[in-house]
């Protein structure tokens, strides 16, 4: 099990967002009663909000969207949560590292492999701009890794 230091029971990189992996799985593992999302291109888009609010009803958490410059205020007004954040991108990520929100661990899922981008391991393809956001999160004394599931091998970076 995780080791938690504050409400944020993880932080998770998945593009895909909530889905049932999430939904189920991770929120299951974590004990989390609160999935969060700060991603402001979802926010603008309320049919995949929807979507997502769908997948996590029958896991008996709750979801909030957020842009991500409001992320410190939510965390900050949640009382008596597990929260588990997920983000699209590790851009978002070290944006929420920045945000003076206690991020002690950030597990990377699923990054698609779309132009000028590498595998990095499994499926999670990168370009050198996240390995920068990477680097820059590691540097802040964030403990980051890649690990598909809860139940497989975490791959440091």
Request: charged share 25%; hydrophobic share 45%.
């Amino acid at each position: 099990m995780i080791k938690v230091k504050n409400k944020i029971q993880l932080t998770r990189v998945d593009n895909r967002l909530v889905h049932g992996q999430i939904a189920v799985i991770w929120r299951a593992y974590l004990r989390a009663n609160l999935i969060l999302v700060p991603d402001d291109n979802v926010m603008k888009n309320k049919m995949l909000m929807e979507l997502m609010k769908m997948t996590t009803r029958a896991s008996g958490a709750n979801v909030i969207f957020c842009y991500v410059k409001d992320i410190k205020q939510i965390v900050d007004n949640v009382n008596n949560e597990k929260v588990f954040i997920v983000c699209r991108t590790p851009q978002i990520a070290r944006q929420l590292v920045d945000s003076e929100i206690n991020i002690v661990e950030i597990s990377v899922g699923n990054m698609y492999n779309t132009n000028g981008k590498r595998l990095l391991a499994s499926n999670v393809y990168v370009d050198n701009n996240d390995l920068k956001d990477i680097e820059y999160i590691k540097a802040k004394g964030v403990d980051i890794y890649i690990q598909d599931m809860p139940n497989t091998k975490k791959i440091k970076l």
